[in-house]
Every structure is written in structure tokens, then in C-alpha cells.
């Protein structure tokens, strides 16, 4: 059954340090994706960086990177330079292939990392 | 450019009362779904479409219906609430056919059943 795990309920890092915050999936499916979303204490849930499981390279956007390790089955999100505005709640979630000829629109959450950067 | 619209905000209801939570977007995305977020649990998928008048359940579809007549909205109806349905509630919609479209999210509403 496809699932997320996110181990770390809530980290702290200081400013302008790298942070790492680890999610592993569980799926049988060959094709999927995997994305991270930012939850700040506001409310709003905000798309961060996508992985294929076909893309050969880890993905990248700005200050954010993806550690993706396919046999291991995790895809763990870098965050280099912390910013106190990165203070939030974060998500790893990933969508399978599905059954309408392209994927399903099951998006599958982890329950989150809470990231507090400390100055 | 509006996105995902969720209206109300906030919401207060008795037990047994029944709602609809409004979700629309103008983006002209195929693919809508409604999710719940409890403490702990994460998002959790309620029902989704994959366009107007094809809808399906998610992991808890208990206690809600929905319906999809247009391409920009999708409502999700509460018949009668109950306590454990208390939590805040996200819309979200994307462009469907791929694994690879983020999905994009309403502002959330906050729902208490007393």
C-alpha cells in the first residue's frame, strides 16, 4: 500500500545552517512522484520542489534540494542556509500512477516535520 | 489571479446540522480533491475528481458527499456533522494527466462541531 513516512515530528536548526528532514515511501507502483509543501503557521499549504521517479537527478529550487535515493526508497528534503522565515510545518507527499490514463489524483501525506530555526 | 478559493474561513456547527463547503478555482484544472488535516495525521484525501461529473472517494470518504457540475467548482456537503469531524478542511486542484503537476491549495477552512 503506498505510504509516507516522515520520523522527525520537529527539528530546530540555526540560522543560515543546512537542515536535512527525512521522508520514506512505500509503493509498488513504477512510476510516481514525490513533492514537499511548506505549511507556515498561517495556514496555507505551499509547493516547495518535486521529484519523478524517473528523473535521474536530484531537484532543485533555490535554497531547496531533494536527496533522492530510489533503492532506499526515501526522498529527503535539504535545506541550505536556513531562514527564520523557514520556521513551519513540512510535508512530504507522493502521487502514484492511477487508473484514468495518466495518474490518480491520490496524494499521499506524510504527518510532517516541524522545522523551528533558531537565530 | 485568485487560485483556489475556499469560503468560510471559519465555521462553527451543531451536531446533526448539515454544510457545504464551497472550493473554486479559476485555473481551468481538471483534477480538484478535497483533504482533512487532524493533529498528528497529516492531510488525509476526503474524495476527488478527475473532471466535471466524475468523482471518487479518497481514504475517509465517511460523512461527506460531493459532486462535480463545472470545471471550477467542487463543493464537499457535510449531511449531518458529527464531533469527529471537527478539523480544517483543503481544497486543492491541478492540471490532471501526470504524475508531476503540484497540486494547489485553498487557504483552508477551520471547522468545529460542538
Known amino acids: 500500500a503506498q505510504k509516507i513516512t516522515q520520523t522527525q515530528p520537529g527539528m530546530f536548526v540555526q540560522e543560515k545552517e543546512a537542515v536535512t528532514l527525512d521522508c520514506t515511501y512505500d509503493?509498488?507502483?513504477?512510476?510516481?512522484?514525490l513533492f514537499w509543501y511548506k505549511q507556515p503557521s498561517s495556514g496555507e499549504m505551499i509547493f516547495l520542489i518535486y521529484?519523478?521517479?524517473?528523473?535521474?537527478q536530484n531537484a532543485t529550487e533555490g535554497r531547496y534540494s531533494l536527496n533522492f535515493q530510489k533503492a532506499r526508497k526515501s526522498a529527503n528534503l535539504v535545506i541550505s542556509a536556513s531562514q527564520l522565515g523557514d520556521s513551519a510545518m513540512y510535508f512530504c507527499?507522493?502521487?502514484?500512477?492511477?487508473?484514468?490514463?495518466?495518474?490518480?489524483?491520490?496524494?499521499?501525506f506524510g504527518t510532517g516535520t516541524l522545522l523551528a530555526v533558531q537565530p | 489571479n485568485a487560485g483556489v478559493t475556499q469560503t468560510p474561513k471559519f465555521q462553527v456547527l451543531k451536531t446533526g446540522q448539515s454544510m457545504t463547503l464551497q472550493c473554486a478555482q479559476d485555473?481551468?484544472?481538471?483534477?480538484m480533491s478535497w483533504y482533512r488535516q487532524d493533529p498528528g495525521m497529516g492531510l488525509r484525501l476526503i474524495h476527488y475528481?478527475?473532471?466535471?461529473?466524475?468523482?471518487d472517494q479518497g481514504e475517509v470518504p465517511n460523512g461527506y458527499n460531493v459532486s462535480r457540475s463545472t470545471t471550477e467548482d467542487f463543493p464537499l456537503r457535510l449531511l449531518s456533522a458529527a464531533p469527529s469531524q471537527t478539523s480544517v478542511y483543503f481544497c486543492?486542484?491541478?492540471?490532471?494527466?501526470?504524475?508531476?503537476?503540484?497540486?494547489?491549495f485553498g487557504q483552508g477552512t477551520r471547522l468545529t462541531v460542538v
Open positions: 486543492a486542484s491541478r492540471v490532471g494527466g501526470t504524475v508531476n503537476t503540484e497540486a494547489f
Open positions: 509503493t509498488s507502483d513504477p512510476s510516481y512522484g
Open positions: 521529484q519523478g521517479s524517473y528523473d535521474q
Open positions: 507527499a507522493m502521487r502514484e500512477r492511477g487508473n484514468y490514463g495518466g495518474a490518480t489524483n491520490k496524494l499521499i
Open positions: 485555473m481551468n484544472h481538471e483534477y
Open positions: 475528481s478527475v473532471g466535471a461529473g466524475i468523482t
